[in-house]
């Protein structure tokens, strides 16, 4: 997911998506132990969405001040 698409997105959009992203880095963290994995680098990836999403939301927060 690119920034650019998540600054399209609105708040309740992002918030959404955030928690989606949680429950998906969970599900991969459990399959990661039975070692199960097809995409080695999805945990990786989902890590850095949800920074991604975090640091529009801390940005969006900081200009609205």
Known sequence: MKASEIRDM???ERQQ???ELKR???ALRGQA???NMANRYAI???R???ARIQTI???DQ???Q
């Open 33 to 35: 132990v039975t070692e």
């Open 62 to 64: 900081i200009k609205g």
């Open 10 to 12: 609105r708040l309740d």
């Open 24 to 26: 998906q880095l969970f």
């Open 44 to 46: 990786r990836n989902v």
């Open 48 to 50: 850095r969405d949800i």
């Open 57 to 59: 939301i801390r940005q």
């Open 17 to 19: 998506k955030l928690a």
